[in-house]
């Protein structure tokens, strides 16, 4: 099982970057897919997810009406479209599966995680 992020970067506030999480090992298309990141010193922090059939999505407050999930089942990747980003936005950002939905903060239900991909907004 993979869960391989790219996309990160340096950015500078007020802009924009796209996470994408390439998946194999396991049938995507049965999973939900989640973001959760992790700032510096914090703990993890669930950011958003995506039923295994795309057409619900879910966000944290902190970012509802500026990211947005999407995912593709016919290439195994979900991906995360960040908008308008703050400093706060700073973590290390980690895409995982769920085989439920809801409980998003449950962090053992999480089947598989990514590595990782970092985000850093700054001037």
């Known amino acids: 099982v993979q869960l391989v992020e790219s996309g990160g970067g340096l950015v500078q506030p007020g802009g924009s970057l796209r996470l994408s999480c390439a998946a194999s090992?396991?049938?995507?298309?049965?999973?939900?897919m989640s973001w959760v990141r992790r700032p510096p010193g914090k703990g993890l922090e669930w950011v958003s997810s995506?039923?295994?059939?795309?057409?619900?999505?879910y966000y944290a407050d902190s970012v509802k009406g500026r990211f947005t999930i999407s995912r593709d089942n016919a290439k195994n990747t979900v991906y995360l479209q960040m908008n308008s980003l703050k400093s706060e936005d700073t973590a290390l950002y980690y895409c995982?599966?769920?085989?439920?939905?809801?409980?998003?903060?449950?962090?053992?239900?999480?089947?598989?995680w990514g590595q990782g991909t970092q985000v850093t907004v700054s001037s």
């Open positions: 995982a599966t769920k085989f439920y939905g809801g409980g998003w903060n449950r962090w053992d239900e999480y089947t598989y």
């Open positions: 090992g396991f049938t995507f298309s049965y999973y939900y």
């Open positions: 995506i039923s295994s059939d795309g057409v619900n999505t």
